[in-house]
């Protein structure tokens, strides 16, 4: 085993891995000695992370995944187990803010009564549907593997309520409490199950929020006095993967600033 490293020799799926936090923990993962398939539905930027990898030295490779599809999460995890031998991490980081409304082409609205149940679905299918999908799929593999650490991101917007959009806060209370009933389930097969909670995070998804009097408010309200890093939550995830957290599952790691302390 190469020192100082945290993942020698295990294959991890990440899921959102071409952007913002999904990303940098491919990135880390990589760096740590995992072989890492990334998946999203943004296949030039995702290849170019996983090759960037490669040229860093690391084992990754981009596939694409739609988390909303059944099929497609059924053939990605029967491929990457015939290439790789076996799947020992799942990280299920793909997620959406609001969604776009078909119609006008928008984002939608944040109102809840004028929040329509297309949105509410879309976010859900994403968000919920997805993490759930992944965690049902992956359960074979990581059996046959002898256990494993299935890492499911929520957010603060998961422990408590938001004047943001409704609907994204009920599909990360969703993936919150669902997580520990998977922790329940898997863990006779050492299968752990875990959810991440960041606060908030500068990615494309939440830059729109952090500008402006919004923007403000968030900052004020972060003890730490800064937004977070896509870093400060791969790291978290990190731990959570390796063989340091064996004895954690069903738990919350919250990594948002100490925005929810109070
Ligand atoms: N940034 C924050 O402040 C923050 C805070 C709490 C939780 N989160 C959560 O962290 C996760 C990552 O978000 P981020 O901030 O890095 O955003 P991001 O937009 O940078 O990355 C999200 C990725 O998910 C992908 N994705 C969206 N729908 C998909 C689908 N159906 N199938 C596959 N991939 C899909 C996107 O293409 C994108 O690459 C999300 O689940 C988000 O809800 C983010």
């Not at 020698?8 to 936090?21: D, E, L």
């Not at 988390?67 to 031998?85: F, R």
């Not at 076996?86 to 004028?114: E, H, Q």
């Not at 908030?200 to 003890?223: H, Q």
Request: aromatic share 6%; hydrophobic share 40%.
């Amino acid at each position: 085993m190469e020192p100082g490293k945290r993942l020698p020799g295990k294959v991890a799926i990440v899921t959102g891995g071409s952007s913002g936090i999904g990303e940098e923990t491919a990135r880390v993962f990589a760096r740590h000695g995992a072989s890492v398939v990334l998946c999203d539905l943004q296949d030039e930027l995702g290849a170019a992370v996983a090759s960037e990898i490669v040229t860093a030295g690391g084992k990754g490779e981009y596939r694409h995944l739609d988390v909303t599809q059944e099929d497609e999460w059924t053939s990605l995890v029967d491929d990457v187990e015939a290439k790789y031998g076996r799947i020992d991490v799942l990280c299920n980081i793909a997620g959406i803010g609001r969604g776009i409304d078909p119609a006008t082409g928008k984002r939608n609205s944040m109102d809840l009564p004028d929040l329509s149940l297309d949105s509410w679905n879309q976010v859900m299918a994403v968000n919920a549907a997805g993490v759930f999908l992944g965690t049902k799929i992956v359960h074979a593999a990581m059996k046959r593997a002898g256990g494993g650490s299935i890492i499911n991101i929520s957010s603060i917007c998961g422990l408590v309520g938001s004047f943001g959009n409704a609907a994204y806060n009920a599909s990360k209370g969703a993936v919150r409490i669902f997580s520990k009933s998977a922790a329940l389930q898997y863990a006779k097969d050492l299968i752990r199950v875990n959810s991440v909670h960041p606060g908030f995070v500068d990615t494309p998804l939440a830059r729109p929020g952090l500008v402006g009097n919004a923007g403000k408010a968030r900052m004020d309200a972060t003890p730490l006095g800064r937004y977070g890093k896509p870093s400060d939550i791969a790291y978290g995830c990190l731990y959570l993967a390796s063989d340091e957290a064996a004895w954690m599952t069903g738990s919350e790691l919250v990594i948002d600033g100490g925005m929810t302390a109070n």
